[in-house]
């Protein structure tokens, strides 16, 4: 459980000072990460949080992190976290956050450590007349 709650804190640190092919390595081989879509998850939610127009630049955003829970079994961990996301904009005294609730799976990998890689469920052809089988994939 240490390594995870270890591990989580360096990506905070490496993404918070920019260095975002450190923080990719958080990911399992071959694992991309993807965050909700939705008008309130986009850039421009914040801006308008801001009241701020997108001409103002880029924004900066900074995390950081509370782990709730992590709860391991099988080599398989489930980590539930909330997140704090705050953004900052060139030029302007305002500044935004949002509170992000959060659960990744992590697996244990080949080399013994461990690393965010979800357990898809894996779509199945029907037969007519059969049920949908869902099935977790197996081998870590």
């Not at 920019?18 to 986009?42: L, M, N, S």
């Not at 992190?65 to 005294?93: M, S």
Request: proline share 6%.
């Amino acid at each position: 459980m240490g390594a995870i709650r270890e591990r989580l804190a360096r990506w905070v640190t490496q993404t918070n000072q920019g260095d975002r092919a450190a923080a990719g390595t958080i990911w399992a081989a071959q694992v991309t990460g993807w965050f909700p879509h939705g008008p309130e998850f986009t850039d421009s939610a914040a801006y308008a949080t801001a009241g701020l127009p997108k001409s103002v630049g880029p924004a900066t955003s900074t995390y950081a992190v509370n782990i709730d829970e992590v709860a391991v079994a099988a080599g398989l961990a489930a980590v539930h976290d909330i997140w704090k996301e705050t953004r900052r904009f060139p030029g302007a005294a305002v500044t935004v956050t949002r509170e992000i609730r959060g659960s990744e799976l992590w697996r244990c990998q080949p080399d013994g450590s461990r690393a965010l890689d979800p357990v898809p469920l894996v779509w199945q052809r029907l037969r007519p007349n059969k049920r949908l089988k869902l099935t977790a994939r197996v081998g870590y």
